[in-house]
């Protein structure tokens, strides 16, 4: 058995693979459907724009995965990626109106 401190230690390269990048954006713009639901429940015609652009952004960003652009990326621009989907996707799923800059 290889104790605690020897082990290697994981970078997250399994986490930032095309395919997983693939799934989270898939699930980005589920969640974004789902927010956008929300705003046009809410008739809160700021919370739909926000939200109508925060699907716009996750369908771009879900094109860009299916034509393999991000192969390209290295491997620490790939997990700044994926950071960048699981913040995106946590805002979607929150209910909170989202903020656009």
């Given at each position: 058995?290889?104790?605690?401190?020897?082990?290697?230690e994981?970078?997250g390269a399994?986490d930032?693979?095309e395919?997983?990048?693939q799934?989270r954006?898939e699930?980005?713009?589920?969640?974004?459907l789902?927010a956008l639901g929300?705003?046009?429940?809410?008739?809160d015609q700021?919370?739909?724009?926000?939200?109508e652009?925060?699907?716009?952004v996750?369908?771009?960003?879900?094109t860009?995965?299916?034509?393999?652009?991000?192969?390209?990326?290295?491997?620490?621009?790939?997990?700044?990626?994926?950071?960048?989907?699981v913040?995106?996707?946590?805002?979607?799923?929150?209910g909170?109106?989202?903020p656009?800059?």
């Amino acid at each position: 058995m290889t104790p605690w401190n020897d082990r290697v230690e994981d970078d997250g390269a399994g986490d930032a693979s095309e395919q997983a990048l693939q799934q989270r954006a898939e699930g980005l713009v589920t969640s974004a459907l789902k927010a956008l639901g929300r705003a046009f429940s809410s008739e809160d015609q700021v919370h739909q724009l926000r939200a109508e652009l925060l699907l716009e952004v996750a369908r771009a960003m879900r094109t860009d995965a299916r034509r393999g652009s991000w192969t390209v990326l290295p491997a620490d621009e790939r997990r700044q990626l994926r950071d960048a989907l699981v913040v995106l996707e946590r805002l979607a799923d929150s209910g909170v109106p989202l903020p656009v800059a």
